[in-house]
Nanobody
């Protein structure tokens, strides 16, 4: 069984920063790409960022590029999302996710991920 647990969300003002963490267990962490998604109320879950196994490559959605940084610490089985210059439009529940296929390199599609955390709320106010 794969377990993903997010933490680090909270309320920040526009322009502020947060770092999200995702603790993973139940599989060989370094053998899988890991991703971050977010979902605002009434909207579909949106891809945010992905990092390859074991951590050599990254890919971001355009709206966060240059502001967010995805990283991983394989020794700690932990995924991170550093979020800087936050905007109100970043307000959402943020989920970490792991693809079912260990061969996936930089998956960005919702349906490419089989395992999801419970999410952590990020609220950005003006």
């Amino acid at each position: 069984q794969v377990q993903l647990v997010e933490s680090g969300g909270g309320l920040v003002q526009a322009g502020g920063s947060l770092r999200l963490s995702c603790a993973a267990s139940g599989r060989t962490f370094s053998s899988y790409a890991m991703g971050w998604f977010r979902q605002a109320p009434g909207k579909e879950r949106e891809f945010v960022a992905v990092i390859s196994k074991p951590g050599g490559s990254t890919y971001y959605t355009d709206s966060v590029k240059g502001r967010f940084t995805i990283s991983r610490d394989n020794a700690k089985n932990t995924l991170y999302l550093q979020m800087n210059s936050l905007k109100p439009e970043d307000t959402a529940v943020y989920y970490c996710a792991s693809p079912g296929d260990s061969s996936a390199w930089l998956p960005s599609g919702y349906d490419e991920y089989d395992y999801w955390g419970q999410g952590t709320q990020v609220t950005v106010s003006s």
